[in-house]
């Protein structure tokens, strides 16, 4: 018996219709559908996004991916979510999973081709691109993200300040990603610096309930959720 290929497909930010020609086609013809599975039993933003495409026999496979730190228990869950796709990739079943913004771009898909791949070498593994976070939060902007010969840096998470500092150092143009965390800091640092005509935070890039916000001297305190990025544009 032939194996199933399992594809990772990056269905983009939020608008189910962010998603390529050859995404769409590949999630609906796969008989067997995987993302990461929400919190609290509610439906993750993949699960949301990808509805509107998924038919009736198509199954659903949630995936348990936790957020939290303890590699250990990190690597159980990815084992855990390799076993699971391996199951139907070994009854021959084409495995869809579909994941938020680009499959390449901090994704989770990664831990699960690399944990199968590993516990697997014969799984037969394909991935097709999606629009990451940040070309999604300039769009909405109406804004280029670069121009000309503009340096880009983008930081996944924050954990020290010095590392968003270097970055305003060296690039022209500064991404922040996950900044609820540290956006305080953050807030301090634009004021020293003098950079807040510069800095927008999208929060929820193309999603229903996106929210867009400026002139962030107005704004020294903000609850924003994880689903949420600084860009600094035109930094000198």
Not at 117 to 135: F, Y
Not at 140 to 147: A, E, H, Q, R
Request: glycine share 6%; charged share 15%.
């Amino acid at each position: 018996m032939q194996l199933g290929t399992l594809y990772g497909i990056g269905i983009g930010t939020g608008d189910p219709e962010l998603i390529t020609l050859k995404g769409l086609r590949q999630l609906q013809d796969a008989p067997v559908v995987a993302f990461p599975s929400g919190l609290n039993n509610q439906p993750g933003v993949a699960e949301t996004i990808i509805q509107p495409w998924l038919k009736p026999e198509q199954i659903q496979l949630p995936l348990k991916f936790p957020y939290l730190q303890d590699e250990s228990l990190l690597q159980q869950a990815w084992i855990q979510a390799a076993e699971k796709v391996w199951d139907y990739l070994n009854q021959g079943q084409n495995v869809a999973f579909a994941c938020e913004g680009d499959i390449s771009f901090y994704s989770t898909f990664n831990y699960l081709a690399q944990t199968l791949s590993q516990n697997h070498p014969q799984a037969l593994i394909e991935v097709i691109p999606g629009i990451a976070s940040p070309m999604a939060a300039a769009a909405v902007l109406g804004l280029p993200l670069t121009i000309r010969d503009q340096r880009l840096t983008i930081l996944p998470a924050l954990y020290h300040i010095d590392r968003l500092e270097e970055a305003l150092n060296s690039s022209e143009v500064v991404v922040l990603m996950k900044v609820s965390s540290v956006y305080e800091q953050v807030w301090q640092l634009l004021k020293e610096r003098n950079l807040f005509k510069q800095a927008y935070i999208v929060e929820r890039a193309t999603q229903p309930n996106q929210k867009i916000y400026t002139h962030l001297e107005q704004f020294p305190q903000l609850s924003l959720s994880y689903f949420s990025l600084l860009i600094i544009m035109g930094n000198e």
